[in-house]
């Protein structure tokens, strides 16, 4: 079963300010997505119920639902591997930031 995959006007903005050859690997990865293809791995603490993909040196921060029959992916946040979870873990009201 193929998944939809929606993304935040930040993750799309983050993509598109990325130089080449990263940007065609997240889109990569992201595509995977649809296919359940890629390093995924699920948070846990305060980021439980999210999930994280690992493309190369960026990592997006995703959940997942069943819509009318079928999953779709929200990919909400990504930035670098160094500083993505600590940017996260800072926000005083995480889910309302993740738009969950």
């Known amino acids: 079963?193929?998944?939809?995959?929606r993304l935040h006007p930040r993750v799309w903005e983050f993509c598109q300010s990325l130089p080449p050859a990263p940007r065609k690997r997240l889109r990569s990865g992201l595509?995977?997505?649809?296919?359940?293809r890629g390093d995924i791995k699920a948070?846990?603490?305060r980021l439980s119920g999210y999930?994280?993909?690992?493309?190369g040196a960026y990592r997006v921060i995703f959940s997942a639902r069943?819509?009318?029959?079928?999953?779709?992916?929200?990919?909400?946040?990504?930035?670098h591997?160094?500083?993505?979870?600590?940017?996260?873990?800072?926000?005083?009201?995480?889910?309302?930031?993740?738009g969950k």
Not at 31 to 36: F, H, Q
Request: proline share 0%.
């Open 43 to 45: 948070l846990e603490g």
């Open 51 to 55: 999930y994280r993909l690992r493309s």
């Open 1 to 5: 079963m193929r998944n939809e995959v």
């Open 66 to 79: 069943m819509e009318e029959g079928a999953r779709v992916i929200y990919c909400h946040y990504v930035g």
């Open 81 to 98: 591997r160094s500083t993505v979870y600590e940017i996260l873990e800072s926000r005083e009201n995480l889910r309302a930031f993740l």
């Open 31 to 36: 595509m995977g997505l649809e296919s359940d």
